[in-house]
């Protein structure tokens, strides 16, 4: 082969750019969650005469909805995997009740107790995740007799409930913001403004990084048009949260609330371990052909192992964070939460076959429920229209899911 015909071979060849109208037909699911949530916040915006967006309601979305954010992350990794967990409620109860005992009982200091829970919650996964993976119980089976279990373990650890100082910086997680280390610039907390220009940045600078990416591989890449268009909206987006979060609080604390920090930093590892790492190509693997993945070399068994620990790990996260956002521990704590992190799961795009799914979606669709619960919350609807609300949502996401994909053939 001559030097020339080398060069040739080597040399990428250029893409066409694809139309906005393709690549809208291409990924018209994606981005129909996306527009489920643009107008379920502009409904709700005007049913509660602008209420919902109000600062200290925009925060207080996350603060609330925090748990079904950080659920939702280990749930997508499960049902990518093709099994499910519906213990992880009372799991998040059971956790929540002992690191309550040991910093009321024990007087444990609150790193410790955070510890401790964290091991749990690994203990627990360890447990589900040898009868999954090799002892062959279906984890609908396991988890259901879970739920059982750590739930009666949670009323015998917590009974009626336990409380937890309120003094403790434990309690600060879920209620309080990050120091205004920069001080208020008028009535902006301005830490918040400039890590809004941060992110206002990094979403540019990724979005062109990815573009000439696919331009450079031969892949299909944006128009110019389209990637304008992203990058409008993308900056309008990030530059109302933003300004949300800097006119939040009161005159001495206000900003970005601590746990939007703890759910940032869980969706980017996680959104590292499925997309850059040997473990999330093996969980599509295995979710998306389990014979063809054994075939290959991948060893389901240890997969299956590794996708309940992480469950349980992250049932411990969510643990803290509830048992911080309501300073005491009690046996009905996470009643209700595995429901909210699957629906969030459906919602956001996961395939109820299991192989497919995508932390971005998981966590828009997490985003959807909170905002239906504040929603609904503000306009007084009482809890059992809002359990009827909620399921409906999720028969509808599925089903156009199901509808879509029969189209395709």
């Known amino acids: 082969m001559s030097e020339n015909q080398t060069k040739t071979l080597a040399a990428p060849k250029a893409a066409p750019e694809q139309s906005i109208k393709n690549y809208l037909i291409a990924n018209a699911r994606q981005y129909g969650i996306y527009l489920a949530l643009v107008v379920i916040v502009l409904l709700f915006q005007f049913l509660t005469g602008g209420t919902l967006l109000k600062p200290n309601n925009f925060v207080a979305l996350f603060q609330q909805n925090a748990y079904v954010m950080i659920l939702a992350v280990g749930m997508l990794i499960v049902i990518i995997g093709t099994h499910i967990d519906l213990s992880v409620g009372s799991v998040v109860a059971f956790i929540g009740g002992i690191g309550a005992y040991v910093m009321q009982s024990w007087h444990l200091n609150w790193v410790l107790a955070i510890i401790l829970m964290l091991a749990l919650g690994l203990i627990v996964g360890l447990w589900q995740g040898f009868w999954v993976a090799y002892v062959g119980v279906p984890a609908f089976v396991t988890t259901l007799g879970g739920m059982l279990v750590f739930r009666g373990l949670a009323t015998h650890v917590a009974g009626q409930s336990i409380p937890v100082d309120p003094q403790s910086p434990f309690v600060a997680i879920s209620t309080n913001f990050l120091p205004n280390i920069l001080g208020f610039w008028g009535p902006f907390d301005g830490l918040s403004i400039v890590v809004g220009l941060i992110a206002i940045v990094a979403f540019v600078y990724l979005q062109i990084r990815k573009r000439n990416h696919n331009l450079h591989e031969g892949l299909q890449a944006d128009s110019s048009t389209w990637l304008g268009i992203k990058l409008a909206i993308g900056i309008l987006v990030i530059g109302y949260a933003t300004y949300l979060f800097a006119s939040s609080g009161n005159e001495s604390a206000g900003g970005i609330p601590i746990i939007l920090v703890v759910i940032a930093a869980v969706v980017t590892v996680y959104m590292f371990v499925l997309n850059r790492m ?87 669709g997490a985003l959807i429920m909170g905002v239906l619960n504040m929603g609904l919350s503000i306009l007084g609807v009482s809890s059992d229209i809002v359990s009827i609300i909620k399921g409906l949502v999720v028969i509808v996401a599925v089903a156009y899911d199901l509808i879509s994909k029969r189209r395709k053939g």
């Open 278 to 364: 040997v473990l999330g190509r093996d969980i599509y693997a295995v979710g998306g052909n389990r014979k063809a993945a054994i075939l290959s070399g991948i060893n389901s068994k240890a997969v299956d192992m590794k996708i309940f620990l992480n469950m349980g790990l992250i049932a411990a996260i969510a643990g803290i964070v509830d048992l911080s956002r309501f300073a005491s521990a009690s046996a009905q704590a996470g009643n209700g939460y595995e429901l909210d992190a699957i629906a969030a799961c459906f919602i956001g795009g996961a395939a109820v076959a299991g192989g497919v799914g995508k932390i971005p979606g998981a966590l828009v």
